[in-house]
C-alpha cells in the first residue's frame, strides 16, 4: 500500500496535516495578482484600484471663502470694537464660480458667497451674520482674524500629490476623490473569476424536490456569495455526482470557462464517496489535504488543468470557514487588494469551551459591547452542519491550537465577519 487508501485514494501518510499558517503560504504561492482593466469612474466602486492616482491640479484650485461674508483686509479691522466701529465700503458682489476683477483695497470690502475665489487684496472673511450692513457700508465692531474663514488653494491636496494607492478597495470617498482630480475611467484589477462545483448524491438543487435522503445545494449560494462579496465573479457549476466521471466531467466543464480559481464541496473526506481528492490527484495534482482546523480539517487544494483548485469542506459552516480563511485570501491576493484582513477585537468568551484536540478552534460567535468591553457569546452548538449558527454570528472566536480548553471568560481574538457587503 503506497499511501494509497481503500478506493484508490491518496492516503493520509503521504499529506501531512497542515497549521493553518502553512496551508495559506502554499496555498498564496500559486496566485498572482490580475491585470488591470479600465471602467467608468462610478463602476469603481467596490473595486480594487490598479494604479497609483496623483492630483493633477491644487485642491482647491484656488484660495476661497469657507462662507458667506464679507472679503476684506484683516489689518483694517485692527481694533474695532462697539464703541470704534470699523466702516468699510462695498465696492463689489462675487458669486461662487466667478474670479473678481475688483481689487479690496484697504477701506473697502466686496461681499463674497461660499466658494467664491478670494479676490485680490483681500485676507480674510467676515461672515455676514456677524456684520452690520447699512447699504453699501459694512460696520464691524470685532478685529477679523488674519485668514478667517479662507479655504488656501492646495490645503486639500497639493498639485502632485499621491491622492489615492494602488491595491485599494474603492469607497465611496474614493470614488469623489477620483472624480476631484479629473478621473472620467480607472483602472481597477480584473475581477478573478470563481468556478464553483458542489458534489454528492444527496445534493439537490434549491428548486428541486426534495426527494428522501436528499438535501439542498446550499454551499454553492453561500459560497458564490462570498466570492461575490470578495470582489470575485461566481461561476455556477451545478452539483457534480459522487462519481469519478461526473465529477471529471464536470471540472472539464468549469476549465473551459476559463476561471481562475476552482471550487468544490464535499467529498474531500474520508468516506466511501469522497472522489474529489481522487479527481484532483488524478487529472492534476494535490498539493496539501486537511488542515488543523475545526470546523474544515478535511481542505484539499491542488491544480487541475493549471487552474488552482480548492476542494473544500461539504459540511456548509466548513465551506464557508474554510473560504473565508483560504478562498478570500486567494481573491484578495488575485485583486491585489492590501490590507484585505477583517478587522478583528479582542472579547471575552461568555461560554467556555470543552477540550479540544489540537486543532484551532473558529467558533461562531455574536460579539457585543458591554460595559466598554467586548463580549462573545457562542450562537449555538458548534456542529459544522448548522448553518443557523453562522446566520447569527457576526465573528468567528478564534481558539488557539495549543489551549487545552477556554474557560468562561477566556479572553479570545474574535475575526468580525461583518463589512464587506
Ligand atoms: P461531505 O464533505 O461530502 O462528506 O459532506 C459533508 C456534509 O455536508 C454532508 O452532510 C453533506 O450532505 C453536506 N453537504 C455536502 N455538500 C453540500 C451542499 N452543497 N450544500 C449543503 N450541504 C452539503
Ligand atoms: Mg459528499
Redesign the pocket.
Known amino acids: 500500500m503506497s499511501g494509497r487508501g481503500r478506493q484508490g485514494q491518496p492516503g493520509t501518510d503521504l499529506y501531512p496535516m497542515l497549521s493553518v499558517e502553512e496551508a495559506t503560504e502554499q496555498l498564496l504561492a500559486y496566485f498572482q495578482t490580475l491585470e488591470p482593466e479600465t471602467v467608468p469612474l462610478l463602476e469603481s466602486l467596490g473595486r480594487v484600484l490598479a494604479e497609483d492616482v496623483y492630483a493633477d491640479v491644487d485642491i482647491p484650485p484656488l484660495s476661497n471663502t469657507a462662507m458667506d461674508g464679507y472679503a476684506l483686509r484683516a489689518a483694517d479691522t485692527a481694533g474695532a470694537s462697539g464703541a470704534a466701529p470699523v466702516a468699510l465700503h462695498i465696492v463689489a458682489d462675487l458669486a461662487a464660480g466667478y474670479v473678481s476683477e475688483v481689487l479690496v483695497v484697504p477701506g473697502t470690502a466686496i461681499r463674497i458667497m461660499t466658494g467664491a475665489p478670494i479676490p485680490e487684496g483681500a485676507d480674510a472673511v467676515l461672515p455676514f451674520e456677524d456684520a452690520e450692513r447699512n447699504g453699501k457700508v459694512v460696520r464691524i465692531v470685532r478685529p477679523v482674524q488674519l485668514k478667517a474663514n479662507v479655504r488656501d488653494a492646495g490645503e486639500d491636496v497639493h498639485k502632485g500629490e499621491l491622492v489615492l494607492h494602488r491595491g485599494r478597495r474603492i469607497r465611496p470617498q474614493d470614488v469623489g476623490m477620483l472624480a476631484t482630480v479629473g478621473r472620467k475611467q480607472v483602472q481597477v484589477t480584473r475581477r478573478p473569476r470563481v468556478a464553483i462545483l458542489?458534489?454528492?448524491d444527496?445534493?439537490v438543487e434549491v428548486d428541486a424536490p426534495l426527494g428522501p435522503g436528499k438535501?439542498?445545494?446550499?454551499?454553492?449560494y453561500s459560497n458564490a456569495a462570498q466570492v461575490l462579496a470578495t470582489g470575485g465573479v461566481p461561476v455556477l457549476l451545478g452539483?457534480a455526482h459522487d462519481q469519478v466521471e461526473d465529477l471529471t466531467a464536470k471540472i472539464r466543464q468549469g476549465l473551459a470557462q476559463k476561471v481562475d480559481l476552482f471550487l468544490t464541496?464535499?467529498?474531500?473526506?474520508v468516506?466511501d464517496f469522497?472522489v474529489v481528492k481522487q479527481v484532483l490527484a488524478a487529472e492534476g495534482e494535490m498539493t496539501f489535504w486537511r488542515v488543523r482546523m475545526k470546523p474544515g480539517k478535511?481542505l484539499a487544494f491542488g491544480r487541475i488543468g493549471g487552474v488552482p483548485l480548492l476542494g473544500l469542506?461539504?459540511?456548509?459552516v466548513s465551506?464557508m470557514v474554510s473560504f473565508e480563511l483560504f478562498a478570500r485570501a486567494a481573491i484578495l491576493k488575485m485583486l491585489g487588494q492590501r490590507n484585505g484582513e477583517r478587522p478583528s477585537v479582542e472579547a471575552a468568551l461568555v461560554d467556555g469551551m470543552k477540550s479540544k484536540d489540537g486543532r484551532r478552534h473558529f467558533v461562531r460567535v455574536r460579539v457585543e459591547e458591554k460595559d466598554g468591553a467586548y463580549q462573545a457569546r457562542l450562537t449555538g452548538d458548534q456542529g459544522s452542519?448548522r448553518l443557523s449558527t453562522m446566520v447569527e454570528a457576526n465573528g468567528l472566536a478564534i481558539i488557539p491550537e495549543e489551549w487545552s480548553s477556554a474557560p468562561p471568560g477566556s479572553k479570545v481574538r474574535v475575526m468580525m465577519l461583518e463589512g464587506d457587503l
Request: proline content about 12%.
Open positions: 458542489a458534489t454528492g444527496e445534493v438535501i439542498r445545494n446550499s454551499n454553492s452539483i464541496s464535499g467529498g474531500v473526506s468516506g469522497d478535511p469542506p461539504g459540511n456548509p465551506a452542519g
